[in-house]
């Protein structure tokens, strides 16, 4: 059974840095495009970032860019998420996900198949 799993939150101060990894089993996600998504209390869960299956494109959402550096390690069937500058407001749940939508609609929530436990990340003033 395909699985995913995201490791690597916790609790930062502000300006402070995290790293999260998403391990891939049960099936080699290498030909999949990978997306980090994050859910708030309250809020409806939000696009973050995504990388192709080569790892040669990446979009981010506007709130992270700059900050946020998404990558994979096809050999290793794992991604990651490296959170740099962190503010309060990246307070929340983080997911990965793996689908094999279009790289035009890879902010798309519902088009992705596959979806991690999450990992909550808090940042503290």
């Known amino acids: 059974q395909a699985q995913l799993v995201e490791s690597g939150g916790g609790l930062v101060q502000a300006g402070g840095s995290l790293r999260l990894s998403c391990a891939g089993s049960?099936?080699?996600?290498?030909?999949?495009?990978m997306g980090w998504f994050r859910q708030a209390p309250g809020k409806e869960r939000e696009f973050v970032a995504a990388?192709?299956?080569?790892?040669?494109?990446?979009k981010y959402a506007d709130p992270v860019k700059g900050r946020f550096t998404i990558s994979r390690d096809n050999a290793k069937n794992t991604v990651y998420l490296q959170m740099n500058s962190l503010k309060p407001e990246d307070t929340a749940a983080y997911y990965c996900?793996?689908?094999?939508?279009?790289?035009?609609?890879?902010?798309?929530?519902?088009?992705?198949?596959?979806w991690g436990q999450g990992t909550q990340v808090t940042v503290s003033l």
């Open positions: 996900a793996a689908g094999r939508s279009s790289w035009s609609q890879s902010q798309l929530v519902g088009l992705y198949n596959y």
């Open positions: 049960g099936r080699t996600f290498s030909n999949y495009v």
């Open positions: 990388v192709s299956w080569s790892g040669g494109s990446t």
